[in-house]
């Protein structure tokens, strides 16, 4: 069975800085990577995925995937207070998914 | 906007009591996912299908069931509620695309037993 573990916070950062989500796996044979966000009472919703080593950006959001040291980070730039919310890191298991346990943002204002 | 529901979105009801939570999608994935989530906790799989007339349980053991008889719709059923059961259930959906395969999530059914 695949393991994904996240700290679970709560991480406090103040409005406007950088937050650094980070997400370990067990299963070496890992190939794709998947952030979630989801806001309290609400589903989550996909916001990024990575499948090669290094670097992706999209807008204020930066994940950083190291094959090597099985690990993914998710990065915030000029974090928002709607930005608080917990954040999923997700590995395909075959068919399904395994989701970590989630790390719960807070940003303040 | 992935279009996938679940209706009801709330739902109180008595202990022992048949309930049927639906889910839908007009996406045409094959793949379809039940999860339970208590509110601050982990995501946990029950239930989910490959396509049509395939059902699986998931890592977490319940006492729910599920059917697959259209692409479309995967409902749970629960035969007998419990105050146990009382929780968040979230149906998702996803199409194998090469290594990018992601999961769609309905918005939730929070059942209350009372």
């Known amino acids: ?109 | 906007e992935a279009d996938i529901y679940q209706t009801p979105r709330y739902l109180v009801i008595g202990t022992g009591k048949k309930i049927t939570l639906e889910c839908s999608q007009t996406m045409g994935h094959d793949k379809m996912y039940w999860y339970q989530q208590d509110p601050g906790m982990e995501l946990h799989l029950i239930h989910y299908s490959y396509g049509v007339n395939s059902t699986e349980k998931g890592d977490l053991s319940s006492e729910s069931t599920v059917s697959r008889i259209r692409t479309e719709h995967f409902p749970l059923t629960l035969e007998s509620a419990r105050p146990s059961h009382t929780s968040q259930y979230l149906c998702a959906s996803s199409e194998q695309k090469h290594i990018y395969n992601e999961q769609f999530f309905g918005p939730g059914t929070r059942l209350t037993v009372l």
């Open chain 1, 1 to 109: 069975q695949k393991e994904v573990e996240q700290n679970s916070g709560p991480l406090s950062v103040p409005e406007g800085a950088i937050a650094s989500l980070n997400c370990t796996y067990s299963d070496r044979g890992s190939q794709s990577f998947f952030w979630y966000r989801q806001y309290s009472g609400k589903s989550p919703e996909l916001i990024m995925f990575i499948y090669s080593n290094g670097d992706k950006e999209d807008g204020r959001f930066t994940a950083q995937l190291n094959k090597a040291s099985q690990y993914v980070s998710l990065l915030i730039r000029d974090s928002q207070p709607s930005d608080s919310a917990t954040y999923l890191c997700a590995v395909p298991n075959g068919q399904n998914f395994v989701f970590g346990p989630g790390t719960r943002l807070s940003v303040l204002p």
